[in-house]
């Protein structure tokens, strides 16, 4: 960092990434699980991310084989505090489940959706997630969809990431649920639109 001449507070955010991301032990993970047979890597993997999956309407009830394609296909993320995860009226192509930390939802305009507003409109939408929760999954299913909200880190946070383009190669096998998962996408994505529109009039 001093060699590049990185400013203060960029070394600052340096640090506390990889202090978060390590958890100040630095090792291997890949080659940790590759020394393992590919049954318990696949156990290991499910522990880590099973609950974070099933907590999402439309992955409900799925097969174990499609779950385990489905959690596969995460890759993980870390977001310092205030960074913009995702920003509104933008193209969503992905979603994200929460690990660890908090995320702030905020309205098109830019503000953050009240507690009293959200629970009167929609029981579901808050105006922070937490450990467990998700967000952007109607990008999975829409395709080109604009994002009807911005996402921003109140703290770090460690968020594991499935493109649509990897979920809809795991789910290609069972079309009769891509259909199920299709439509009660587009229900959700009816029922925001209807909640961002009241948010707007009040």
């Given amino acids: 960092m001093g060699h590049k001449r990185l400013p203060v507070y960029l070394q600052h955010r340096l640090l506390c990434y990889y202090e978060y991301r390590f958890e100040k032990t630095y090792f291997k993970e890949n080659e940790i699980l590759g020394t393992i047979s590919g049954q318990l890597q696949q156990e290991v993997v499910m522990h880590k991310c099973r609950k974070l ?34 920003k509104a009226n933008t193209v969503g192509d992905c979603m994200y489940f929460i690990s660890s930390g908090t995320v702030a939802i905020l309205t098109k305009t830019g503000r953050e959706v009240s507690m009293l507003q959200s629970c009167f409109y929609h029981k579901q939408i808050i105006c922070h997630l937490y450990d467990g929760d998700h967000f952007g999954e109607i ?11 911005s996402v921003i880190t109140v703290e770090a946070c460690e968020v594991n990431r499935l493109d649509r383009i990897d979920f809809l190669n ?11 998962i299709e439509q009660i996408a587009y229900d959700r994505m009816m029922m925001t639109k209807e909640m961002d529109e009241r948010i707007h009039t009040v």
């Fill in 53 to 86: 999956v099933e907590n999402v309407d439309f992955f409900k009830d799925l097969p174990t084989t499609l779950l385990l394609r489905i959690v596969a296909s995460m890759r993980q993320e870390i977001f310092m505090t205030n960074d913009v995860v995702i």
């Fill in 139 to 149: 990008a999975l299913i829409v395709r080109n969809s604009l994002r009807v909200a």
């Fill in 170 to 180: 795991a789910i290609l096998p069972y079309p009769d649920l891509l259909m199920k």
